[in-house]
């Protein structure tokens, strides 16, 4: 896959407590130069993300983040604000203690109801593996299918753990077809990513693919070469 098709599969990311509005600005230069899927920015900044967009770049943004455990009216309001703001896609954290106790039951629920605000937007779940046993995260892959929701995604970053091959695995084999699978946090490598979406993955969230694109071209142009 060649770098230009490579990131059409990626959400430009920057999610830092630090981000300033200048910063967000350049990510969505970026998206837009590089024809990204999308930028993924905190709700705070949707409004303007949307206006430097407009039509040319999804803007995304994330829900209960980064520990999920806000209460569901709650994430109802972020939802509801962020798409009135401009926001076309939402990356929602679930409640990580319902799962850990077994109230699967209560997570779909959420997802659900969350769903419903988003209606025909896309809504991706961050399920947080590094945080999950394998059962865990076979009940959620079930979960996740059940409750409306685009995509299920790995992680949030901000837990101390990322995305793995092995949790790829696992997603594209109890997901049901429907449901496409988000590869997020320590995306560090171009061949990473790639590997990620022989796997299965249909969006990759990451902070650096762009940078080491740049690094790999003196002008900053898109490089034909195949990775």
């Given amino acids: 896959m060649n770098t230009e098709k490579l990131l059409r599969f990626v ?11 200048q910063q967000i600005l350049r990510v969505c230069d970026e998206g837009i130069k590089y024809n990204t899927a999308s930028v993924c920015i905190p709700a705070c900044y949707v409004s303007l993300a949307k206006k430097r967009c407009g039509k040319r770049l999804a803007v995304c943004t994330v829900i209960g983040f980064p520990n999920g455990y806000n209460s569901s009216d709650v994430k109802r309001y972020e939802a509801q604000d962020a798409l009135q703001n401009g926001a076309d896609e939402l990356d929602m954290v679930i409640n990580i203690g319902l799962a850990k106790s077994g ?8 997802i659900s109801q969350i769903k419903d605000v988003c209606r025909d937007k896309i809504l991706k779940v961050i399920v947080e593996t ?8 076979i009940e959620l892959c079930r979960v996740v ?6 995509f299920i995604k790995t992680s949030t970053g901000f837990a101390g753990g990322g995305a793995t091959q092995d949790d790829i ?11 496409k699978i988000k590869a997020a946090g320590g ?8 590997r990620f979406l022989q796997l299965g993955a249909s969006r990759l969230g990451t902070s650096k693919i762009i940078r080491l694109i740049c690094e790999r071209s003196e002008n900053h142009e898109l490089s034909d070469t195949s990775y």
């Fill in 11 to 21: 959400d430009h990311t920057l999610l830092s407590q630090t981000a300033t509005p």
């Fill in 103 to 110: 109230d699967f039951k209560g997570v779909q629920r959420e």
């Fill in 130 to 137: 590094c945080l999950l046993t394998e059962r865990e995260k």
């Fill in 145 to 150: 299918s059940h409750s409306g929701a685009d």
């Fill in 169 to 179: 695995i696992l997603f594209k084999k109890y997901i049901e077809p429907h449901v």
């Fill in 187 to 194: 995306i560090s490598t171009l061949e990473d990513a790639h």
